[in-house]
């Protein structure tokens, strides 16, 4: 698989799960999502719709970052700020839960899992990143 391949490969996982979990949590009130997933969203914010509403905010968020991913994925040789940029963000998202403001910093299986991207992203740029990425 050459380093394009890659990257878009990434991308592609990356930019549906986005669209996944963004969409689900913004169709929250509609009939389109299914009882039991709605039941788990409601779980997951214990009750609370204030909570379900910022989820609303970040899955808004999340279908833009979907979209750009799948973008970039089609034009995959002009990505390389992008890359970075999301390697970044995924950095900084591993550590807002390496360092959480609810607790002592700690290093257990959930706080390892939100790395996992961090280390997808770096790994794919670092291999990326002398060679020119073939569309």
Do not use: C
Not at 78 to 103: C, P, Y
């Amino acid at each position: 698989m050459h380093n394009g391949m890659l990257a878009r490969f990434l991308y592609v996982l990356f930019g549906v799960l986005y669209l996944i979990a963004g969409t689900t949590v913004l169709l929250f009130r509609t009939e389109l999502l299914p009882p039991a997933v709605k039941s788990t969203l409601l779980d997951a914010a214990r009750g609370d719709l204030n909570v379900v509403h910022i989820a609303q905010e970040f899955g808004s968020l999340l279908v833009f970052t979907g979209l750009i991913t799948l973008w970039f994925a089609r034009h995959v040789q002009q990505s390389r700020f992008f890359h970075w940029a999301m390697t970044t963000f995924w950095a900084l998202f591993a550590l807002i839960h390496w360092f959480d403001v609810r607790g002592p910093v700690r290093f257990d299986a959930g706080v390892l899992i939100n790395a996992i991207p961090f280390l997808l992203f770096l790994s794919v740029g670092l291999v990326t990143k002398n060679r020119k990425v073939r569309p």
